[in-house]
């Protein structure tokens, strides 16, 4: 009996450093590791306003595969071309692997929105099945027309992680944020919101990469200089996995004021490691952060985030109460060997072999 064979589709290299091209990598090792025959094919252009070369490389790579082929694609590739999924829909078995709705990104405008919204409804119709990393998505896509039956839910899995020293520490609390500084993420809104906490002790480090949207990382850097808060809030980029171990293992709170989560992997890193979390109630955000071990408020609320942000700079027994009972459910989470034996069973279910 052969192994199952799939072709994973995605845009650029698979070894960037962001949570959704992390659990594709995952979820191929972990295929790997049960003898699939997985082949990566890395797209080239420009996503998801794809261009010319986006649109030959993702045609070329569909029209190159056998017929019935399984083939998973990431939904950053598809959702803006949908007239080539539609072309091959009819002779490959096409999976859509689905973060986070490419509509629901942060600083669309109407139209822009209107337009991926549509293109991805279109692009999800013509897929077999569909793959997404949270119940929350998996609901989302009810709105596009995606029938419940062919869409299934894998969690990303969560390592094993050493104990933060930091939410019990004394002296001045370190607020770790980690992800790309893009609209999304929110960066803006925290600024806001430590702009409101000069007058309290802490430093804040945010760790992701700064050249994903250079005119958007500038004009925050910008702006903490001119509210006098250079020095103590600092973008240090993309880190290694050593450097970023350290940094959420000194760090006091745990922060990330994003609009929108399809899932939010730092977020899980962050509860392994014990970290109280402050956060919002974006997306799959409050799936992943159980009420006792972080504080949650509604995306963009720069008051509400200082207020949450204040009560823990000020109480480290607060802090050390979330961080205990952000162990506790860290340890109800599935690991990466979990997480991969559930993605396999969800492919073949939605995509079985003839």
């Known amino acids: 009996m052969s192994h199952p064979a799939l072709h994973v589709v995605v845009p650029g290299p698979l070894n960037q450093r962001t949570g959704g091209y992390i659990y594709d990598a995952r979820m191929v090792d972990g295929l790997r590791r049960r003898r699939w025959r997985v082949t990566v094919h890395e797209l080239e252009g420009s996503f998801p306003e794809a261009d010319t070369q986006a649109r030959s490389s993702f045609a070329t790579v569909l029209r190159n595969l056998p017929d019935r082929s399984r083939v998973m694609v990431d939904g950053l590739a598809m959702g803006g071309l949908p007239e080539v999924v539609r072309e091959h829909a009819g002779r490959l078995r096409i999976l859509g692997l689905v973060h986070h709705p490419l509509a629901d990104e942060t600083g669309l405008d109407a139209l822009r929105r209107e337009r991926f ?24 896509l009810a709105t596009y027309g995606v029938p419940p039956p062919v869409v299934r839910a894998v969690c990303p899995g969560t390592s094993r992680a050493r104990r933060a020293v930091g939410p019990a520490a004394t002296g001045v609390p370190t607020l770790l944020c980690v992800a790309s500084v893009i609209p999304r993420k929110g960066h803006d809104v925290l600024i806001g919101a430590l702009e409101r906490l000069r007058d309290k002790r802490w430093t804040c480090v945010c760790a992701g990469s700064v050249t994903r949207d250079r005119v958007h990382a500038a004009d925050l850097k910008a702006r903490v200089a001119d509210v006098g808060l250079e020095g103590r809030v600092r973008f240090v980029g993309e880190c290694e996995t050593a450097e970023l171990d350290e940094l959420y293992h000194r ?28 956060s919002t109630t974006g997306g799959a955000i409050p799936d992943t952060v159980p009420g006792g071990a972080g504080i949650l408020v509604a995306p963009g609320d720069e008051t509400a985030l200082a ?14 109460e979330l961080a205990s009972a952000a162990r506790r459910h860290a340890a109800t989470l599935p690991d990466w060997e979990q997480a991969a034996n559930a993605f396999a069973e969800a492919i073949l279910a939605l995509a079985s072999d003839p």
């Open 251 to 278: 760090s006091a709170v745990f922060v990330l004021a994003s609009h929108y989560e399809g899932f939010g992997m730092v977020l899980s890193e962050a509860l392994a490691r014990g970290l109280p979390i402050v």
């Open 307 to 320: 207020a949450a942000l204040g009560d823990l700079i000020r109480d480290p027994a607060r802090r050390v």
């Open 117 to 140: 919204f549509g293109l991805e409804r279109e692009a999800l119709a013509g897929c077999t099945g569909v793959l997404v990393t949270s119940r929350s998505t998996a609901a989302r």
